[in-house]
């Protein structure tokens, strides 16, 4: 089972930043890593992910060229760095981990994983 702790969000105005970490800890597997995210009303979605073993990340459309998803081994921790944001991205974000059968190798989710943090929340205003 795979231990998986938020921190870093908080209230920005647009166009400021915000970096997220999420601290694993656990002798649950966790090749495929991801953030994600959930507006009120609105259905969780993918923000960014990894595969450990990948050279390549992925990253919604919308989070392209802002957010950028990074893999701290030694620290165990998947950071999600935030740039140049926007009302539309408040949401809770939620960090997940799974095994390597839960994503491509290029880090996109493809399987509901089994391993979620309790979110931090991101508001913009």
């Known amino acids: 089972h795979v231990q998986l702790v938020e921190s870093g969000g908080g209230s920005v105005q647009a166009g400021g930043s915000l970096r997220l970490s999420c601290v694993a800890s656990?002798?649950?597997?966790?090749?495929?890593m991801a953030w994600f995210r959930q507006a009120p009303g609105k259905e969780r979605e993918a923000v960014a992910g990894i595969f450990t073993g990948g050279a390549t990340k992925y990253y919604a459309d919308f989070a392209k060229g802002r957010f950028t998803v990074s893999l701290d081994n030694n620290k165990n921790t998947l950071y999600l760095q935030m740039d140049i944001l926007k009302p539309e991205d408040t949401a809770t974000y939620y960090c997940?981990?799974?095994?390597?059968?839960?994503?491509?190798?290029?880090?996109?989710?493809?399987?509901?994983?089994?391993?979620w943090g309790q979110g931090t929340q991101v508001t913009v205003s």
């Open positions: 997940a981990a799974d095994g390597p059968t839960f994503c491509t190798w290029s880090g996109i989710p493809r399987l509901p994983y089994n391993n």
């Open positions: 656990g002798s649950g597997n966790r090749h495929c």
